[in-house]
């Protein structure tokens, strides 16, 4: 199958299809007479783990490590599923992971409790209200002109009405 009818099989864009290619997740695929990439079921199979893989937190860095073990991923789930020794090549690469994502939540963990903190300190009755705003409000950030001249947005405000 083309790739259009590939990318779709495997819940994904042509886009991504090329984008595993150049980055050694996927082998270089047939070409039919006229150049055009030519995906069989086992290519199915390979893209539906790595987007499993990329889907569980591994990066394409990750996934590169151990892409001389996607197809035997792909030929047998049971081994990932059901508790199989974990080949040597590649236990590294997902304890690695493991611990790049816990130091992440302890990151975000110090990061919210900072947060809180501060967000403990602005209660409504101790904010002062400023004068011709009425009720108050919370601001975050001083008022500055936003693109072309408009005022009233907020220091760092992303979107918002126009």
């Known amino acids: 199958m083309r790739i259009g009818d590939a990318a779709a099989a495997a819940g994904t864009t042509p886009r991504a299809l090329r984008f595993y290619e150049q980055n050694g997740l996927l082998p270089a695929p047939a070409r039919s007479a006229s150049g055009q990439r030519v995906y069989g079921p086992a290519d199915l199979a390979r893209i539906r783990v790595v987007r ?27 081994p990932r599923r059901c508790g199989g020794t974990p080949h040597p ?34 209660t409504p009755a101790a904010e002062p209200t400023p004068a011709g705003v009425r009720g108050g409000g919370s601001r975050v950030g001083p008022v500055v002109g936003g693109p072309r001249g408009r005022m009233g947005r907020r220091a760092g405000a992303v979107g918002g009405a126009r």
């Open 52 to 78: 499993e893989l990329l889907g569980l937190g591994l990066t394409v860095r990750d996934v590169r490590r151990c892409a001389d073990r996607l197809d035997e991923l792909a030929g047998d789930p049971a």
């Open 89 to 122: 090549g590649t236990a590294h690469v997902v304890a690695g992971r493991v611990a790049a994502l816990d130091a992440e939540i302890d990151r975000l963990t110090r990061l919210r409790d900072q947060l809180a903190a501060v967000a403990g300190q602005f």
